[in-house]
């Protein structure tokens, strides 16, 4: 197991990586972000240094992002690699500002009322940093008509600590059910949706189980992204989630090879993979992605992948359902249906 972290770290490096207020004219568009996390702040002025690894209580802000008028769809940097970080090429975080719980829901209900709040959670290997501008770029590339939320936890951002990661996303599961609940609660959104990826399904599930309980909330669409929770315990959990969220969608795929990875080291099929033990449920849109998506690692799909972004953006703006959405042919298991891209 310990010799294959190294390799699973490698492979889950993709993990880290509109209507928000936008600017018009010039070479960029400025998207907010709202944000909740339990990292600890460091004290520093600059963006990418504000919060660090450790777990502090739960804190609430918003940042500005920087994004190029022509960046491509699903990638953060124009020029990765060539260049220093700029707005003109990179999206960019300008800013942040952390809030008091009544100044963060004020400005958050004037982003949202009447109209959706998406809030994205990410997964293993991923900064605080990178989870905002990962959430920016989604927002831009999704036209998303509302108020991108981020819900950062204190995984360590760094290759070779999955085990620690995976203690950490347990330890925030009780922050988080107290962010979802607010931003439902005092966004004054229309729609609330929530996006998880990778290991960061092991929070929402848990914490949406937590709220099933009370229906202290409800949700538009809960999408669970290449999720790395066992596919047994998903499967068992699932019947209290449904009716928390208005839809449930599962992307999967039979070619991501961070969740075979996992698979090893775990023992058993994650929910995330669209092989034989493909997760079909009643009430749970599974969508199989592995004709289209054509990366190396095949893991972060959910926000680089050209068609499943488009797919993305018919669930959350038009809220269809798959049966509803172009280029998904339905195919039976078990005398269930599920989707596949009909590329």
């Known amino acids: 197991m310990v010799r294959a972290l190294p390799l699973l770290a490698l492979l889950t ?31 520093s002025a600059k963006p990418e240094e504000a919060f660090g690894q450790s777990r502090g209580d739960l804190v609430l802000g918003s940042c500005e992002v920087s994004v190029p008028r022509d960046h491509r769809m699903g990638e ?58 990962r959430t920016a770029q989604m927002a831009y590339d999704l036209g998303f008509e509302g108020a991108p939320v981020a819900y950062s936890w204190p995984s360590k951002g760094e290759m070779d600590d999955y085990n620690e990661d995976e203690r950490r996303v347990r330890n925030t599961i009780a922050n988080l059910e107290t962010f979802l609940t607010l931003v439902c609660k005092r966004s004054g959104a229309r729609v609330v949706h929530v996006l998880a990826p ?55 795929s039979s070619k991501d090879l961070a969740l075979g990875v996992s698979k090893g080291i775990h023992g058993g099929p994650r929910a995330g993979d669209s092989g034989d033990g493909m997760v079909v449920l009643p009430g749970l849109e599974s969508v199989d992605v592995s004709g289209v998506d054509t990366s190396f690692l095949g893991h972060s799909y959910y926000g680089e992948n050209k068609s499943v972004l488009a797919d993305l953006k018919i669930l959350l703006r038009e809220r269809k359902g798959a049966a509803q959405r172009p280029n998904l042919a339905a195919r039976a298991k078990a005398g269930r249906t599920y989707w596949k891209f009909d590329r």
């Open 13 to 43: 490096a993709g993990c880290r990586i509109v209507e928000a207020a936008a600017t018009p004219g010039g070479e960029t568009v400025t998207v907010r972000v709202f944000y909740g996390t339990d990292r600890r702040a460091t004290g």
């Open 76 to 133: 953060l940097d124009l020029a990765w690699g060539r260049w220093k970080p700029s707005p003109r090429t990179h999206v960019f975080v300008l800013s942040f500002k952390v809030q008091g719980e009544d100044e963060f829901a004020a400005e958050l209900n004037q982003a949202a009322r009447d109209r959706a709040a998406f809030i994205f959670i990410h997964g293993y290997n991923v900064t605080f940093h990178d989870a905002i501008r």
């Open 198 to 252: 990778s290991m960061g399904n092991r929070a929402p599930v848990a914490a949406l189980d937590l709220i099933s309980e009370t229906r202290a909330a409800e949700f538009g669409a809960a999408i669970f992204a290449a999720p790395d929770v066992a596919a047994d315990e998903f499967e068992q959990v699932f019947p209290n989630l449904r009716p928390v969220a208005e839809r449930s969608t599962l992307y999967a």
